[in-house]
């Protein structure tokens, strides 16, 4: 009885909801005249709301009421509805018919609320709605168990966030309902085990992120659909496919922050352009050849093969067309030459924070001849050496870096050769192939961006660039440089950016030459007291002094300069306020001076903020003029006292000897 009252009562319920939806549409029809492309939406975002307003527009397209505090969640009638956001509100009751009349909704956004409750009510309503193209149910406690029957009946289930819940185990049947995903997130749960069969059955599948969880072995990547994985901050030890003939579109492999020992063996057909193994511990092992070895026995154990066939790690990476390896903060003591050679279209490669100390030429040779293997990174542009505390690289590996565009030194030990002229190309060569501790660049003809910073450089010799194609150079945080008066010549018509702060220089110790094409110069942090005058000939742009012995500027300079010039930087000198008519200069062209206000100037014994002696010089000057003036009056007083003192000695000796003499006479 009550069961068929109950179905009656739907019934009527159901046919009510048809006229409703069938007078909306003829409302909108008669509202709109038929023009459809006139997209209605509507915000509540963050109104205290503790209820989905009643009375909402029929023809609404869009409904936001996220950020609220809407617990329950009935029966919404709005027909042309395509996107739902309930995000950040407290739900954790939907009745089973919410979404029944939603019959165009596409997108619906879930994500924190309290969803792992009430789990049979929730997934009847989310089951009602297979035209979904995108969910999200982040941030919603969901276990395993919720997660697999909110993705029920999704055949058109395109796009699938859930981030942050408690998932530990992805099965073969989570899925299973909803095959045409094509981008699945589920970052920052606790997986620890992924199931056979789970991705595999998802043709559309390309983008997959499961970063932040805990997987631990990747021991049988299969995903050729896939074209982004993201499982950066897991606890991967090995990553390793199974040798096959298949293409696989992996383009974009994320497996930083893990705790990987060797290289990834990828796919060995594959269009993989990006991949980051940063803060790994790849280069543990001592040598690159037992590190290479120990992964080709790794990959034949986890294949089942019993000999050691070949080494597949190599022929795998040589196919590889890989454009950017992040391979920073691992724990390389040499550099793999063989192995990275391998990639020929590697255009950067980010080697800093590792431990080098040396980069040694020490290729083996494939056959006995004695004759070495020709190698070369033919494409890196980019080439970051950070803080390896490398003392030594060799110079054939600095041969081989034809097209080097960038060169991170910063923080190592690194120290300078001399110039060598091609004159003595006999004596060079023999430079070359000595074992010297110094690095020359003039083999780096592509190189435009060096930064040498925090070397420890001694010196800087004539010409160290030359031949180089300079655009910038960072100098900077070198205490001991000594800088040649010449150190430029050869890339002083190319340098557009130059850093020479924190070097302890004096003017006498820095002379620069005319440098036509320099519009940034950083001198900031040293003992400098006079701008070197050879600057007329640059088009500065942008100009740092911080932090140095300047008492005034030189008003004729700073005048040419001003042309091209547009920040500067001056605060923390010991500028005269008298002397200076470079800054009013500066300030009437409005040249944009960034730390004015913490600047300072000296008249006499007192200490003027910038700011105020710009807004009223003559004060300051004034007082200045004053004490000259105060001084003129006291030795004015003084001459006419000694004047006084004098005469009136004269004077007085005078009657003395007049009175002593017509004593005698
Ligand atoms: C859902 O809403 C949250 C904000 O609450 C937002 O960060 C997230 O990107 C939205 N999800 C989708 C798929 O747009
Ligand atoms: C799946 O969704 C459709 C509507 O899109 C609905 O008719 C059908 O009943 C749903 N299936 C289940 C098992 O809920
Ligand atoms: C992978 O995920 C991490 C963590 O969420 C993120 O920081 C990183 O940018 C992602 N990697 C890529 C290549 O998108
Ligand atoms: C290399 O990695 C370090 C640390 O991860 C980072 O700070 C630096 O910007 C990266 N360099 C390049 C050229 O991407
Ligand atoms: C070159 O010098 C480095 C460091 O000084 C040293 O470790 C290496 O053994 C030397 N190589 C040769 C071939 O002498
Ligand atoms: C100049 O170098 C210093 C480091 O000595 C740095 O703090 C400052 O930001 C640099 N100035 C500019 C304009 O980049
Ligand atoms: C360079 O200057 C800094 C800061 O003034 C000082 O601490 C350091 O001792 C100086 N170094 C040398 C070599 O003069
Ligand atoms: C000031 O700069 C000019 C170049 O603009 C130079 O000729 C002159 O010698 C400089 N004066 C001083 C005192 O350095």
Same mark, same amino acid.
């Given at each position: 009885m009550s069961n068929r009252s109950s179905s009656r009562g739907r019934m009527v319920r159901h046919m009510f909801f048809n006229l409703l939806l069938l007078w909306s549409l003829i409302y909108d029809v008669y509202i709109t005249g038929l023009t459809h492309d006139d997209p209605k939406e509507q915000s509540w975002n963050n109104q205290n709301l503790d209820s989905v307003p009643?009375?909402?527009?029929v023809r609404l397209r869009r409904l936001d009421l996220s950020n609220n505090f809407i617990r329950q969640l009935h029966t919404l009638v709005l027909p042309r509805l395509e996107q739902l956001d309930l995000s950040s509100n407290q739900l954790d009751l939907i009745s089973e018919g919410a979404f029944e009349n939603l019959a165009r909704l596409e997108?619906?956004?879930?994500?924190? *609320?309290? !969803?792992?409750?009430?789990?049979? @009510?929730n997934s009847k309503a989310l089951r009602s709605i297979s035209r979904l193209t995108s969910l999200d149910i982040s941030m919603n406690g969901l276990s395993d168990n919720a997660a697999e029957l909110y993705l029920r009946n999704k055949s058109s289930l395109d796009q699938l966030k859930m981030t942050? *819940?408690? !998932?530990?185990?992805?099965?073969? @049947?989570?899925?299973?309902?909803?095959?045409?995903?094509?981008?699945?997130?589920?970052?920052?749960?606790?997986?620890?085990?992924?199931?056979q069969g789970?991705?595999?059955?998802?043709?559309q599948l390309e983008m997959l992120n499961l970063a932040k969880n805990n997987l631990a072995h990747i021991c049988d990547f299969k995903l050729h659909q896939v074209k982004y994985l993201n499982l950066s901050r897991n606890s991967v030890e090995f990553f390793v496919t199974r040798e096959d003939d298949q293409s696989y579109r992996l383009e974009i492999l994320d497996l930083s922050f893990n705790k990987l020992l060797y290289f990834p063996i990828v796919p060995k057909i594959n269009s993989l352009k990006y991949l980051d193994l940063q803060n790994n511990m790849v280069g543990t092992l001592n040598s690159e050849a037992a590190m290479v070895t120990e992964a080709n026995s790794l990959f034949s154990e986890i294949m089942n093969e019993t000999i050691v066939r070949k080494n597949n790690l190599h022929s795998i990476w040589r196919q590889m067309p890989l454009i950017y390896l992040d391979l920073s903060y691992n724990h390389f003591r040499s550099f793999p030459l063989e192995t990275l050679g391998l990639l020929s279209s590697l255009e950067t490669l980010n080697f800093s924070y590792n431990c080098l100390q040396n980069i040694i030429w020490n290729i083996r040779n494939y056959s006995d001849s004695g004759n070495r293997r020709q190698l070369f990174f033919s494409s890196l542009k980019h080439l970051d050496l950070q803080s390896n505390g490398l003392v030594y690289i060799s110079q054939l590996f600095l041969n081989a870096l034809t097209q080097i565009d960038t060169l991170n030194l910063q923080d190592n030990s690194v120290q300078l050769c001399a110039f060598m002229d091609h004159l003595e190309s006999s004596e060079s060569t023999q430079r070359i192939n000595h074992n010297t501790s110094c690095v020359a660049f003039e083999q780096l003809q592509t190189l435009k961006h060096l930064s040498l910073k925090e070397n420890n450089i001694e010196t800087l010799h004539p010409n160290t660039f030359q031949e180089t194609s300079l655009v910038s150079l960072n100098l900077a945080r070198n205490p001991h440089m000594v800088m040649h008066v010449s150190a430029l010549d050869g890339v002083q018509t190319t340098l557009s950016s130059l850093i020479i702060s924190e070097t302890n220089m004096t003017s006498s110790d820095l002379s620069l030459p005319c440098m036509p094409a320099l519009t940034l110069l950083n001198i900031s942090n040293n003992y400098l007291d006079v701008i070197p005058s050879s600057l007329s000939c640059s088009p500065l742009r942008e100009m740092d002094i911080r932090n140095n012995r300047f008492v005034s500027l030189n008003y004729s300079l700073i005048h040419a300069l001003s042309v091209h010039l547009n920040v500067v930087y001056i605060s923390g000198n010991y500028f005269n306020c008298c002397d200076s008519k470079w800054l009013k200069t500066l300030n009437e062209l409005k040249i944009n001076l960034p730390d004015i206000t913490e600047t300072e100037c000296f008249s006499g014994d007192s200490r003027v903020k910038m700011t105020d002696y710009l807004k009223s010089s003559s004060v300051y000057c004034v007082f200045h003029r004053k004490t000259q003036e105060v001084h003129i009056v006291q030795m004015f007083i003084i001459a006419s006292f000694v004047f006084v003192i004098i005469t009136v000695f004269i004077v007085f000796t005078r009657k003395l000897c007049s009175t002593e003499r017509s004593f005698i006479v």
């Open positions: 009643q009375d909402l527009d997108e619906l956004n879930l994500s924190r *609320n309290a !969803l792992n409750n009430n789990l049979g @009510s942050g *819940n408690t !998932l530990t185990r992805l099965s073969h @049947s989570l899925f299973q309902e909803s095959k045409g995903l094509r981008a699945i997130s589920i970052d920052d749960n606790l997986i620890s085990v992924i199931e789970t991705f595999e059955p998802l043709s």
